[in-house]
């Protein structure tokens, strides 16, 4: 009898496992089966018009601008979405961007530039939707879907001006041909621009700009191959702002790169000879060339160079090796520091003309 009991016992406690097993198999199943990959975001678009005192705005560029937080700092800065992502108001002032990721953006409109000032200097200035001039005060629009956004944009009037002055070469004296490269200043440093001919004497005049930060710059006529010759290549530029009255006797003095000095610091255990360190430049807008990376010796030494603005120092991860390279994990983000001063997350203003040394940079373990 007690053997028959067991028997029974054992049967239905085998069934009821089984049972357990079919009913928790699916389930199992669906955790090791991957997730179907999911479809890329739809990119979005941000459609509309463009006005001037109430009439079409034809030639304006209309952009999108987002805030951004350079790596291994608290600095929230303004800045395009990409550069590439731009339209021209056609004959009715209508725009359209394509392929905008999804996101937040501001939308900005910058007027088109007159070849010829008028004479009562009447213009527009470079204005956010869906009317202001400075971001702090403009709408945010959100992108996400399929549905085009529209965003109307009104001009504000504004008094354009012109820059003028004299672009003067490597050699001190003024340059007698070439073409100088006209920018938007931040928050638009990359966004449009134009050319400036260089005069016989040197001389230059822009278009008609509405207010608002410019960068000029040239390479003593040669254009980008002059920057790639000589060891500290040589340009002229100026910043300029412009408000309400031209700019005039504006001088793009030479301008060369400053050497940075310093040393990296690490536990006995970590070798850092072959690691490269460069400066990021905080925000973006010229003048501004190509920079070099300096590489760590065997006792910690580097030296690069860099232009004048204010930069972050970093350190590359990837260390060159004989054959190849290796891989350092740099956790946490190493500390720099300039004449004793954390400078790590604020950066350092590199100035013409003044060699920077002292760089300590430590990595941790």
């Known amino acids: ?162 820059i003028s002055g004299v672009a003067i070469g490597s050699n001190g004296r003024p ?22 001919s260089i005069s016989r004497d040197g001389s230059f005049t822009s278009p008609a700009l509405p207010p608002g930060v410019y960068s000029l710059q040239t390479t003593d006529g040669q254009g980008a191959r002059a920057m790639s010759q000589g060891t500290n290549p040589v340009m002229s530029g100026a910043r300029i702002t412009m408000a309400d009255a031209d700019v005039i006797g504006v001088r793009l003095e030479p301008i060369r790169r400053v050497t940075v000095r310093g040393r990296v610091m690490a536990p006995p255990s970590v070798a850092v000879q072959g690691l490269s360190v460069s400066a990021i430049p905080l925000i973006n807008e010229g003048p501004a060339g190509p920079n070099d990376a300096g590489v760590v010796g065997a006792d910690g030494a580097f030296e690069f160079q860099t232009w004048p603005r204010r930069t972050i120092i970093r350190v590359s991860n990837v ?7 290796r891989t350092l994990a740099l956790r946490p983000l190493p500390v720099v520091r300039l004449d004793g001063i954390d400078v790590t997350r604020t950066g350092i203003d590199i100035r013409p003309g003044r060699e920077v040394s002292g760089v300590m940079i430590e990595l941790g373990r």
């Not at 699916?26 to 509309?48: E, H, K, S, Y």
């Not at 905008?100 to 070849?115: D, I, K, S």
């Not at 260390?319 to 390279?325: D, L, N, R, W, Y």
Request: with cysteine; net charge positive; hydrophobic share 45%.
């Open 319 to 325: 260390v060159a090796i004989p054959g190849g390279s």
């Open 175 to 196: 340059l007698s041909n070439g073409i100088i490269q006209l920018g938007l200043g931040s928050p638009l440093f990359g966004v449009g621009g134009t050319t400036l």
């Open 1 to 162: 009898m007690g053997a028959r009991l067991l028997y029974k016992c054992a049967v239905r406690f085998t069934a009821v496992a089984a049972l357990s097993l079919v009913m928790v198999l699916p389930a199992v199943a669906q955790r090791l089966t991957p997730a179907p990959p999911q479809p890329p975001p739809t990119p979005g678009v941000i459609a509309g018009r463009v006005t001037a005192s109430g009439a079409a705005a034809v030639g304006a560029l209309v952009t999108v601008l987002h805030e951004v937080v350079p790596v291994g700092t608290d600095i929230r800065l303004l800045g395009p979405r990409n550069v590439r992502l731009l339209a021209l108001t056609n004959q009715r002032g209508e725009y359209r961007l394509t392929n905008v990721p999804e996101g937040q953006y501001f939308v900005v409109a910058v007027p088109r530039m007159l070849p010829v000032a008028p004479a009562d200097r009447r213009g527009h200035a470079i204005t956010y939707y869906p009317g202001a001039l400075e971001s702090s005060e403009a709408r945010e629009v959100t992108v996400g879907g399929r549905e085009p956004i529209e965003v109307d944009i009104r001009l504000i009037p504004a008094r354009v001006s012109v």
